[in-house]
């Protein structure tokens, strides 16, 4: 059914029923979009989706996450492991049709709000440096690896060093309009930008404002 009505709305697809399978066929068919169910035979959906995060040629790819499991533990628990969206199951095709559509806009980099900055535009703070143009951050001359939603949120950030902005306004700034998504889950991008950025021990540069929200922060004043 899911097939049958993605391929209506004018999507190519190709569907396995395990989590080997799906591996081989991403490495092979190199997709625009994954949709994962997280019970699958062979290799769960959030085992699936730790391998292509953990592969240079698939750590940008978009996930999506479609299941039965509506705990919020779940859906942190796959959000932290790389994946784009979750959605719990039963949902109606109008909400997947329009959260695929959404994530693969932010994937092409043509999300709205924080990615409007001029593509020759490139930001410094800190040892942090954002070419918004080769779509490449580097701290202290090495390169960050981020996924989309990190990058658009240090993007914000980092265009306005030193504020902070509550988690409404950061999904204001990172998400698309007319897709709900829960605030709690800023908290999981935020973290997963903060081990990008810290990953080779240098000073943690997002600052936690309690009841507030977050900032870009140094700890050096103008």
């Known amino acids: 059914m899911l097939s049958y009505n993605l391929e209506a709305a004018g999507h190519t697809v190709m569907p396995v029923d395990n989590g080997l399978d799906a591996l081989r066929e991403v490495t092979e068919w190199k997709p625009d979009l994954v949709l994962l169910d997280w019970m699958m ?24 996450m479609l299941t039965a499991r509506g705990e919020e533990r779940d859906s942190v628990h796959a959000l932290d492991l790389g ?30 709000g924080a990615s409007a900055l001029p593509v ?12 918004h143009g080769a779509r490449r951050v580097t701290r202290g001359g090495a390169a960050i690896a981020l996924g989309p939603t990190e990058y658009r949120i240090l993007l914000h950030l980092m265009r306005h060093p030193r504020r902070v902005f509550s988690r409404a306004e950061i999904l204001a700034s990172a998400w698309d309009d007319g897709i709900h998504v829960e605030e709690r889950t800023v908290d999981v991008h935020i973290r997963r930008l903060r081990l990008a950025l810290n990953a080779s021990g240098g000073a943690d540069l997002i600052r936690t404002v309690r009841s507030s929200g977050y900032m870009l922060d140094d700890g050096k004043v103008d």
């Open 120 to 131: 020759e535009d490139v930001l410094n703070f800190a040892d942090v440096t954002l070419d």
């Open 83 to 112: 994946a784009d969206d979750y959605l719990v199951k039963p949902c109606g095709m109008d909400v997947l049709h329009a959260r695929v559509r959404a994530v693969m806009r932010r994937s092409m980099g043509r999300a709205a």
């Open 41 to 64: 035979p062979g290799l769960s959906g959030v085992d699936l989706c730790r391998r292509l995060r953990m592969a240079t040629a698939t750590r940008y790819l978009p996930v999506i």
